[in-house]
T-cell receptor, first 113, second 115 residues
């Protein structure tokens, strides 16, 4: 089972920041927080990951709370092409089955004009 | 790079027929994953390979499912005999490393319909 809890759906206005929350209260010390997204009819796409520090790349920012029990994915200027299902996943960063990606139901983000 | 390549993109078959799905991972990647996605069960890992060797096949639903990776650039997922409940989108993904952090790159998927 997925170790994360996400809202089922969210809306965001085009050009505004999209903030997607994720709860992972049972996260272990060696588990990372990963975000993937799946645009309709495509395979999932990696967005970003982090352990405890905030992370930023060209796609998004990841804010992890100090106790690591929750995180927020931020798309700074959402576009219509960001409409997708966003998955928050916790996993260890080494091999073996514990490192498998376990996808929950994710959050369906709808960016509206 | 062309990314992960899957074929066919769509497959329609009749119950009882054999189905073979194909995957070409990204060159240089040495881990390969097969997933299945349905509305009811979401995205599930079926099996994964490291360096062409199956590591974990606990997600394979039944003996009707089998997967092979004869070399680093090719893998197949076979269903024999197929059943209507096997209808799903099957994704193949590959990654660079077997152990440490590895971003999985997904293919476009094969949409399988078993009538």
């Amino acid at each position: 089972d997925a170790k994360t809890t996400q809202p089922t759906s969210m809306d965001c206005a085009e050009g505004r920041a999209a903030n997607l929350p994720c709860n992972h209260s049972t996260i272990s010390g060696n588990e990372y927080v990963y975000w993937y997204r799946q645009i309709h009819s495509q395979g999932p796409q990696y967005i970003i990951h982090g352990l405890k520090n905030n992370e930023t790349n060209e796609m998004a920012s990841l804010i992890i709370t100090e106790d690591r029990k929750s995180s927020t994915l931020i798309l700074p200027h959402a576009t219509l092409r960001d409409t997708a299902v966003y998955y928050c996943i916790v996993r260890v960063q080494y091999g073996g089955s514990q490192g498998n990606l376990i996808f929950g139901k994710g959050t369906k983000l709808s960016v509206k004009p | 790079d062309a990314g992960v390549i899957q074929s066919p993109r769509h497959e329609v078959t009749e119950m009882g027929q054999e189905v073979t799905l194909r995957c070409k991972p990204i060159s240089g990647h040495n881990s390969l994953f097969w997933y299945r996605q349905t509305m009811m069960r979401g995205l599930e890992l079926l099996i994964y390979f490291n360096n062409n060797v199956p590591i974990d096949d606990s997600g394979m639903p039944e003996d009707r499912f089998s997967a092979k990776m004869p070399n680093a650039s090719f893998s197949t997922l076979k269903i024999q005999p197929s059943e209507p409940r096997d209808s799903a989108v099957y994704f193949c993904a590959s990654s660079r490393l077997a152990g440490d952090y590895n971003e999985q790159f997904f293919g476009p998927g094969t949409r399988l319909t078993v009538l």
